[in-house]
């Protein structure tokens, strides 16, 4: 297969163009770097079944020759990227949308949306199935984010009805791993990058919010399996092993030997109080669960930041 990557640059971005080119199918990887970096991908420059383009999936898209899947990856996941950048994020989960569909339908490709849990906003179902349609805010400071998505999954419904696209809709839950970029402003980069500095690690609140934490490579076998399964519907993929952000902390100071311990901070604004995915239908449809244990997921992404620290 030949399949566009928006987004391709980037963390999760990056470890799909790996996969799919370790499989032998061609990727053609789009980015406009604002996110994402050149040194994801730089191993793949010069591989025959590989390709970049460097460009804003929110203006007019255009990819010379076949295409059998587009995968839009293209956003801006993290708060400290959709709250400095509000208009970016909106503009790219809608009008980048918007053009990936439209390029789809013109080359009669799959099309495979990353949405994410946040359309779940602070759920008030837990764990999260497919079926929830959520709790959230459409003004509030994550509302960017949360409703650019909640749009792409209208819009590209909206699309296999009217237009008959085939498509795929996977909704990304906490996901950590190797290429997390260091001022990612996340969960996992944060408290790794404060340990391996031997800081205390920073809890937003009282740390009992809970969140459930996805290996990378977990998750992008999950989206493969995805984009070639025939579920049209979303499907949430994400690791139902919870911990709350305190017990978490924790565990990253054990495992870098940081006896700085932690230092609590004021809540952030409408930070969900609980995150868990159903994965039952991942399970189902898929034959999908993770195999990594934190631990040991962890330890892998530890090692990728100390070296990322000492250059």
Same mark, same amino acid.
């Given at each position: 297969?030949?399949?566009?990557i928006?987004?391709?640059?980037?963390?999760?971005?990056?470890?799909?163009?790996? +996969?799919?080119?370790?499989l032998?199918?061609e990727?053609?990887?789009?980015?406009?770097?604002?996110?994402?970096s050149?040194?994801?991908? !730089?191993h793949?420059i010069?591989? /025959?079944?590989?390709?970049?383009?460097?460009h804003?999936?929110?203006n007019?898209?255009?990819? *010379?020759? &076949?295409?059998?899947?587009?995968?839009?990856?293209?956003?801006?996941?993290?708060?400290?990227?959709?709250?400095?950048?509000?208009?970016?994020?909106?503009?790219v989960?809608?009008?980048?949308?918007?053009?990936?569909?439209?390029? %789809?339908?013109?080359?009669?490709?799959?099309?495979?949306?990353?949405?994410?849990? $946040?359309?779940?906003?602070?759920p008030l179902?837990?764990?999260? /199935?497919?079926?929830?349609?959520?709790?959230?805010?459409? @003004?509030?400071?994550r509302?960017?984010y949360? *409703?650019s998505?909640?749009?792409? $999954? %209208?819009?590209t419904?909206?699309?296999?009805r009217? +237009?008959k696209v085939?498509?795929?809709?996977?909704? @990304?839950?906490?996901?950590?791993? /190797?290429?997390m970029r260091?001022?990612?402003g996340?969960?996992?980069?944060?408290?790794?990058?404060?340990?391996?500095?031997?800081q205390?690690?920073?809890?937003?609140?009282?740390?009992q919010?809970?969140?459930?934490?996805c290996?990378?490579s977990?998750?992008?076998?999950?989206?493969?399996?995805?984009?070639?399964?025939?579920?049209?519907?979303?499907?949430?993929?994400?690791?139902?092993?919870?911990?709350? @952000?305190?017990?978490?902390a *924790?565990?990253?100071?054990d495992l870098?030997?940081?006896?700085?311990?932690?230092?609590?901070? *004021?809540?952030?604004? $409408?930070? &969900?109080?609980?995150?868990?995915?159903?994965?039952?239908k %991942?399970?189902?449809i898929l034959?999908?669960? /993770?195999?990594v244990g934190?631990?040991?997921g962890?330890?892998?992404?530890? !090692?990728?930041?100390k070296?990322?620290?000492?250059r």
């Open positions: 297969m030949r399949i566009l928006t987004g391709g640059a980037g963390f999760i971005g990056s470890h799909l163009c790996d +996969h799919l080119v370790g032998g199918h990727v053609v990887a789009m980015d406009n770097l604002i996110t994402g050149p040194d994801n991908i !730089a793949l010069g591989h /025959p079944q590989f390709r970049f383009i460097k804003d999936v929110t007019f898209v255009y990819v *010379e020759g &076949p295409l059998d899947a587009v995968m839009h990856l293209a956003s801006l996941p993290s708060p400290v990227d959709y709250v400095n950048l509000p208009i970016q994020t909106l503009k989960g809608a009008l980048g949308t918007h053009k990936a569909l439209g390029l %789809a339908k013109e080359k009669g490709a799959v099309f495979f949306l990353a949405s994410t849990s $946040e359309i779940y906003g602070d179902v837990h764990p999260q /199935p497919e079926e929830y349609w959520g709790n959230v805010n459409p @003004i509030g400071l509302g960017v949360d *409703e998505k909640r749009f792409a $999954e %209208a819009m419904m909206a699309y296999h009217y +237009h085939d498509t795929r809709i996977v909704r @990304i839950f906490n996901t950590y791993g /190797p290429r260091l001022n990612d996340r969960v996992v980069p944060t408290l790794v990058s404060q340990a391996l500095q031997r205390p690690l920073t809890v937003h609140g009282d740390g919010q809970t969140r459930s934490f290996y990378v977990d998750l992008v076998e999950g989206m493969v399996a995805l984009l070639f399964s025939d579920e049209v519907n979303p499907v949430n993929l994400g690791n139902p092993e919870e911990h709350t @952000i305190l017990e978490f *924790e565990i990253i100071n870098t030997g940081n006896a700085a311990g932690v230092t609590f901070t *004021e809540a952030r604004p $409408e930070d &969900p109080k609980q995150r868990r995915p159903d994965i039952g %991942a399970r189902t034959g999908w669960e /993770p195999k934190l631990l040991d962890l330890t892998q992404t530890i !090692a990728w930041f070296q990322r620290l000492a």
